[in-house]
């Protein structure tokens, strides 16, 4: 994928007037240099298999309960969080289930085949966030967590949801490119997270001042080097910018809309301090009216029904890591 840093991230009517005066200039590496930097970094392979010994189950549509629940036995990090998961106040259930094979009945193959997922690739990118600064790297993935479920809910809502993880993907690996500067850039990651920014705008502008690309183009090449999925690749590099995503402006926009919505529900976890958008703000996101064009009382029945389940995803995210 080629990133022309002149064109990337939030869409210059976002970016005006919105040039901090008092960061630090700092000459922007070579290309080359960021380029072979972020593609040392770490391999996700674990996302790239996906779900190991349950893939050939997953496909299996005749595959019993039980079979699934005799493999995440053998993982006792993924039989807690599964059965946090199914006894969360998220799902709401009246009494409590404490096997796995029940666990998995009431969730169903695609929330367990996501805990498997999430399992393996916050594992994996937590070796990466080893960097000694002071950043919260538990409250970082809370927030994605909580942007990974809030992708589809918002998805689903508003009729553009897909039929494999790549949604939920997403969502969860939307900043994966601040990861990436933690691990491949610490010392200009360390002057990143020490400032405090009016908008997110402002947090891609000082990133290119700093780095010559945004966390955006960072993630996304990052992903695409490590032969990650290209609709989830397009997504994590528009997520700041989904009007000039290529093909997927809806997904690049759900998980736009994520970020603020699990920030308004208090999961504030962005390496980054900036503030938290109130309602109107958020009326006013071009990422709706490009999930929904035609605003009226169905929108707002819709957005009524996203902040309510997104309400609740934060006490989800906090069983589960």
């Known amino acids: 994928m080629s990133v022309d840093s002149s064109s990337q991230g939030v869409a210059d009517l976002s970016l005006r007037a919105t040039q ?14 960021l380029r072979q930097r972020v593609a040392a970094c770490h391999n996700l392979a674990s996302l790239r298999s996906n ?12 595959t019993h309960a039980d079979e699934f ?7 006792l990090s993924l039989t807690t969080r599964l059965l946090r998961m199914v006894n969360s106040i998220y799902f709401g259930l009246g009494s409590k289930i404490n096997t796995i094979e029940d666990a998995v009945l009431y969730l169903g193959l695609a929330n367990v085949r996501l805990l498997m997922t999430t399992a393996s690739v916050i594992e994996d990118l937590e070796i990466m966030s080893q960097d000694g600064t002071k950043v919260s790297w ?28 790549s949604d939920y993907i997403t969502g969860l690996l939307q900043n994966v490119g601040k990861v990436v500067m933690a691990k491949a850039f610490p010392k200009e990651f360390a002057q990143l997270v020490q400032m405090v920014y009016k908008d997110e705008a402002q947090v891609i502008v000082v990133e290119r001042e700093l780095l010559g690309w945004d966390h955006a183009a960072i993630g996304s090449f990052y992903l695409e080097t490590h032969r990650i999925p290209l609709e989830v690749v397009e997504a994590v590099r528009y997520h700041h910018d989904p009007y000039n995503a290529p093909k ?11 970020d603020f919505l699990i920030r308004m529900a208090g999961l504030k976890g962005g390496a980054e301090k900036r503030p938290v958008l ?15 064009p035609n605003k009226g009382p169905i929108l707002d029945a ?10 609740r995803i934060p006490d989800l995210c906090r069983v589960l890591l």
């Open 20 to 33: 901090p005066s008092s960061f630090p200039v700092k000459r922007v590496m070579s290309e080359v240099e």
């Open 51 to 62: 779900l190991g010994a349950l893939e050939e189950l997953f496909s299996n549509q005749h």
């Open 69 to 75: 629940a005799k493999i995440i036995a053998r993982d």
């Open 138 to 165: 538990r409250e970082f993935w809370l927030h994605s967590l909580g942007c990974a479920f809030a992708t589809r809910e918002i998805l689903n809502q508003f009729g553009h949801g897909v039929e494999n993880d």
């Open 248 to 258: 997927r402006q809806q997904f690049a926009a759900a998980t736009h809309l994520a």
């Open 278 to 292: 109130n309602e109107r703000e958020l009326r006013e996101l071009p990422s709706i009216t490009l999930l929904w």
């Open 302 to 311: 819709k957005m009524r029904r996203i902040t309510e389940r997104v309400s």
